[in-house]
């Protein structure tokens, strides 16, 4: 219930008026409402992806927990610091082109860089984010998620390698020799130049590969 009271004088006589009303589905809405926000906080506190939001400066304004097992910090220790003290320099150009590109309004998704952790070293990470504007479209601050994708992307590196690469010597396959022709018949033909095949015989590999520690290096 909710009252409110007020003091009236009427004849030198001091009388008190009440106004009571019932606020029952009031509460019931405020309850409601901070349990939902309750779920979506714990939700996001113990979300495996990294949940963020920096400024238009680029300053971190917010980090879920996950931003330690991808930093090595806890959130108060990143809060305030620029987003590019992290950029690995190899992408921190192309990662300060994207933030230009939020600020003007483009959401990215799954944009992929690398970060480095407070011990420096390499993780890589797929971003989503997308801009925050005010009434007259100036930008308050931009939100997103973002993923460690380290592990996919040593997974897909190894793929890669052992699709191209014999398991037993560690030299390029055949596979490897067909598509690297196919590129080399390509640009000859573009370019006009000219190259030649050659094919090397070795007697004896199998002996080579039997008894060598260590596969030998072919250059062709």
Not at 33 to 57: C, I, M, P
Not at 74 to 95: C, L, N, T, W
Not at 126 to 137: E, I, N, Q
Request: proline share 2%; hydrophobic share 40%.
């Amino acid at each position: 219930m909710s009252v409110r009271s007020s003091e009236l004088h009427i004849s030198d006589r001091r009388m008190i008026t009440l106004l009571v009303a019932d606020i029952a589905v009031r509460k019931a809405a405020e309850d409601e409402l901070l349990k939902a926000e309750k779920r979506y906080r714990d939700l996001v506190e113990t979300a495996h992806d990294l949940v963020w939001s920096v400024d238009s400066e680029g300053r971190w304004t917010y980090l879920n927990g996950a931003c330690k097992t991808i930093y090595g910090l806890e959130p108060e220790q990143m809060v305030g610091r620029s987003i590019s003290e992290f950029h690995a320099p190899e992408y921190a150009k192309r990662d300060a082109e994207t933030l230009a590109d939020i600020l003007t309004g483009k959401e990215m998704v799954q944009y992929e860089t690398v970060h480095l952790d407070n011990q420096g070293q390499p993780h890589n990470l797929s971003f989503s984010a997308k801009a925050h504007l005010d009434s007259a479209g100036k930008v308050l601050f931009i939100s997103g998620t973002a993923r460690d994708i380290t592990e996919k992307k040593a997974f897909e590196h190894r793929l890669a390698y052992q699709a191209e690469h014999d398991s037993l010597t560690g030299l390029f396959n055949r596979i490897y020799f067909q598509q690297e022709l196919e590129r080399v018949v390509a640009r000859v033909a573009r370019g006009g130049a000219t190259c030649a095949i050659f094919y090397i015989d070795l007697d004896q590999f199998k002996y080579i590969n039997d008894t060598s520690a260590t596969p030998p290096a072919i250059v062709c």
